[in-house]
Each structure stands twice: as C-alpha cells, then as structure tokens.
C-alpha cells in the first residue's frame, strides 16, 4: 500500500503542472457554458412564457384529443367528404349488429392520435399515417389496430385496401379536412 500511495503522491507531483493547466484550460469554459445556460434561461423565462410565441416549446400544452374529441370529427369529415368510404360494415363484438358509428374515418383518426400518438394539427403527421396504410411508412400492427378490440373481425385489411383505392388528390383533400378540423379547434381554445 506504501508504494502505492507513494506512486501516486510522486505521480501528481511530477504531474502538477499538467493538472493545473488542464484546470486553468477547461474550467474558464465550464464556467462559461455554466453562466450562459443561467443567462439564456433567465431571458427565456424574463420573456414571459404566455405572451411570447417564440417560448411556446417551455410550455406544456393540453393534449389536442381533450380539446376536440375524435369521435366527433369523424362525422365532420364525412359532412366535408361525403364520398369518402366509411367501411362501417363490421359486426359489433358486443351487440351482435353492425357498428355503423365505427367508420374508416374514426378509426383512421383514432390510429392518428391515439396509437401512433401524433400531433392532428399537422398535415406532415396526417401525410405520414396514411404512408402508414399505404405501407410505406412504419409498420401496423393488428392487434393495437382500432377496432380490433370492439369488433369480430379486425377491419385493418379493409381499411388499409380503402385507402390504397384513394386518388393522391382524394388522399390531399382528407388531410386538408383533418388538419383544418384540429386546428380551427385548436386555434380557437385559448392558451393556458
């Protein structure tokens, strides 16, 4: 152990040079980044979180789905596209009939917001669920599929034919429908 210790007080006496050229060299820097990261917090937070829109990431905002509920905008955007399909053929688990309220429309909203959890102000994260059924994008799975819970048979297949059969021009229109939806009700719920 004697050795040791002395390896080691003979180590940084020979040493102490570099040592504190390494502290006169970092630490100014480390003390810099330090006070910048204050300063810049302290003028993002001087600015006031409410009224600045430029502090809107520093605040937590309400999630949209509690804002404007998706069962309700699936109706709106039929209202909005009527020939858009609704594929509410699919026989309830529950009551044995068909669940004409389950559409394409409220499932593919659902599928949006609630499994892949993407933001429905958007129309890039619109653009990017559809890729989803177009199997171009990330993979869908059947069983956290809408639906596939409450019905006797998954209508993700179906679903996904449907919007396969959709012109490009068709598909633009349903993203215009749902990005207009959310926002106007998002734009139009006051910030906290």
């Given at each position: 152990?004697?050795?040791?210790?002395?390896?080691?007080?003979?180590?940084?006496?020979?040493?102490?040079?570099?040592?504190?050229?390494?502290?006169?060299?970092?630490?100014?820097?480390?003390?810099?980044?330090?006070i910048l990261f204050w300063v810049g917090t302290g003028i993002i937070l001087g600015l006031g979180i409410s009224e600045s829109k430029y502090t809107a990431f520093l605040t937590i905002q309400p999630a949209l789905a509690q804002r404007i509920s998706p069962g309700d905008v699936w109706q709106q955007v039929y209202q909005q596209l009527p020939d858009f399909p609704k594929e509410n053929q699919y026989i309830s688990k529950e009551t044995g009939k068909v669940a004409e309220n389950n559409t394409l429309?409220?499932?593919?909203?659902?599928?949006?917001?609630?499994?892949?959890?993407?933001?429905?102000?958007?129309?890039?994260?619109?653009?990017?669920?559809?890729?989803?059924?177009?199997?171009?994008?990330?993979?869908?799975?059947?069983?956290?599929?809408?639906?596939?819970?409450?019905?006797?048979?998954?209508?993700?297949?179906?679903?996904?034919?449907?919007?396969?059969?959709?012109?490009?021009?068709?598909?633009n229109a349903l993203v215009q429908v749902l990005t207009n939806i959310f926002s106007s009700s998002y734009s139009a719920t006051p910030q906290p």
């Amino acid at each position: 152990m004697y050795s040791y210790c002395t390896f080691s007080s003979e180590y940084l006496r020979m040493n102490k040079h570099f040592f504190l050229f390494l502290l006169s060299k970092f630490l100014p820097q480390t003390l810099q980044l330090v006070i910048l990261f204050w300063v810049g917090t302290g003028i993002i937070l001087g600015l006031g979180i409410s009224e600045s829109k430029y502090t809107a990431f520093l605040t937590i905002q309400p999630a949209l789905a509690q804002r404007i509920s998706p069962g309700d905008v699936w109706q709106q955007v039929y209202q909005q596209l009527p020939d858009f399909p609704k594929e509410n053929q699919y026989i309830s688990k529950e009551t044995g009939k068909v669940a004409e309220n389950n559409t394409l429309a409220g499932r593919l909203i659902r599928y949006h917001v609630y499994v892949k959890e993407r933001s429905p102000a958007y129309r890039l994260d619109w653009k990017l669920t559809l890729a989803d059924y177009l199997n171009a994008n990330e993979t869908m799975y059947d069983i956290t599929y809408p639906g596939n819970d409450t019905l006797r048979e998954n209508p993700i297949e179906g679903d996904r034919a449907a919007i396969a059969k959709l012109t490009r021009s068709q598909r633009n229109a349903l993203v215009q429908v749902l990005t207009n939806i959310f926002s106007s009700s998002y734009s139009a719920t006051p910030q906290p």
